[in-house]
């Protein structure tokens, strides 16, 4: 193959975001095709013997098997990089396969990992379950307060993993803050990135190691695929990660990587709108509930860093109505907003957090981490604001709000 259009990589790599997001990565076949060719290949064959032993001894390029290579899954990959600012990048079959292979490449036994205890319900069991049974330490903090990353830190502390903003309560994390402590103690930052994207923050330009997706929720953006991706410099992801995953194989599917590349040349219009949507729904909902959680309004505790550290707060928000029983009374009233515990979908989607995406973790670590019965997590898709206005009016009316 080769590429028709940015074969100099000087030039393509100066490209800014909004470039590389539908040029990043394109490698045409000889029929250039506009559209990137989607090669659903597990294998390739060779002119001859001694082409693929010189592959395979890694003295000559190609693809060996889709393992290890496919050229849809590259192409995705560089343009995430190059989206991300990142040298290197190794798309992963979902979300949590990333967050498991950028964890488990790199710590050992006798590590300790610092990790936010505002997250995810399957990172919160990667930290709280699988690390612990492999003999590696994990102390959860509170990830807003920036003196418990410092007084977290051990001599074997090998890794900081966290959300900005958390999934659901909308943590912010100081990106240069702890970053810069990483540093000053050779500790990896992880970083998980979903609810963001590289269209809203690049947490590489603030000293970040690792950028970790969850490509399934704003990346596809329409709800269709399992994706995720991993972000860091060459050296990391060829010697640490690439070995990892080489020989496990948490493999992204050709098909999904090409459904996620599709989803990455509107990422950021959507992005953009769904987060001016989000914050005019926000504004209607602070003054109607007791407690909204939305990086985009001022009464957000760390509404400013989020300012400087996004270039706009995202999709999703989190409001709390003090009972499980008018939450689902909100839910159950919906007439245009579905119920459902995806996000970065161009679809408005609510869901119910304790009875759902957090309802493994048990109440205790739950309330810890501020997912109370009265919590209600929303991504603001592309629909008109104002129709999504009158539903959240109609839908709070009949719980009594
Ligand atoms: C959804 C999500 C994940 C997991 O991603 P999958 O693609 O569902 O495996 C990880 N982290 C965050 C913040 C998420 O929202």
Request: charged share 20%; proline share 4%; glycine share 8%.
């Amino acid at each position: 193959m080769k590429k028709t259009t940015g074969t100099d990589r000087s030039i393509t790599r100066n490209w800014r975001p909004a470039t590389q997001a539908v040029r990043g990565g394109t490698w045409r076949s000889e029929h250039g095709e506009t559209s990137e060719a989607l090669f659903l290949t597990s294998g390739y064959t060779y002119d001859d013997a001694q082409t693929v032993a010189d592959r395979f001894a890694g003295d000559a390029e190609g693809m060996t098997y889709s393992r290890l290579q496919n050229p849809t899954v590259a192409m995705l990959e560089e343009r995430i990089a190059l989206m991300e600012g990142a040298e290197a990048c190794r798309a992963q079959a979902s979300g949590m396969a990333a967050m498991t292979t950028a964890l488990l490449c790199q710590l050992e036994t006798g590590d300790h990992v610092v990790a936010a205890k505002a997250a995810f319900g399957s990172c919160r069991w990667l930290v709280d379950n699988l690390l612990p049974k492999f003999g590696i330490e994990t102390t959860v903090i509170d990830s807003a307060d920036d003196a418990a990353w410092d007084a977290a830190i051990r001599p074997n502390t090998k890794v900081f993993f966290f959300e900005t903003p958390a999934n659901p309560t909308l943590d912010i994390v100081d990106l240069q803050y702890v970053c810069d402590l990483a540093k000053a103690h050779g500790i990896t930052t992880v970083v998980d990135n979903a609810f963001a994207t590289s269209a809203l923050q690049r947490p590489l330009e603030f000293g970040a190691d690792v950028v970790a997706y969850s490509a399934t929720k704003l990346m596809d953006g329409q709800g269709r695929v399992l994706a995720g991706a991993v972000c860091g410099s060459e050296q990391w992801i060829n010697e640490v990660l690439l070995p990892f995953q080489r020989n496990t194989g948490p493999n992204i599917a050709p098909f999904n990587a090409w459904v996620v590349m599709k989803g990455l040349e509107t990422l950021e219009l959507r992005a953009l709108r769904q987060s001016e949507n989000a914050l005019k729904l926000g504004q209607f909902l602070e003054p109607r509930v007791p407690k909204i959680l939305h990086p985009g309004l001022p009464s957000h505790p760390r509404h400013a860093l989020a300012m400087s550290q996004m270039s706009a707060a995202g999709p999703i928000f989190a409001f709390d109505v003090e009972s499980r029983e008018r939450a689902f009374a909100i839910l159950d009233a919906l007439q245009l907003v579905d119920i459902s515990n995806n996000i970065g979908d161009a679809r408005s989607l609510m869901c119910h957090p304790a009875s759902t995406t957090h309802a493994n973790m048990g109440e205790e670590a739950r309330a810890d981490m501020g997912v109370t019965e009265g919590l209600l997590r929303i991504n603001v898709g592309l629909e008109d604001p104002q129709d999504l206005i009158e539903d959240l009016d109609q839908a709070l009316k009949s719980a009594g709000l």
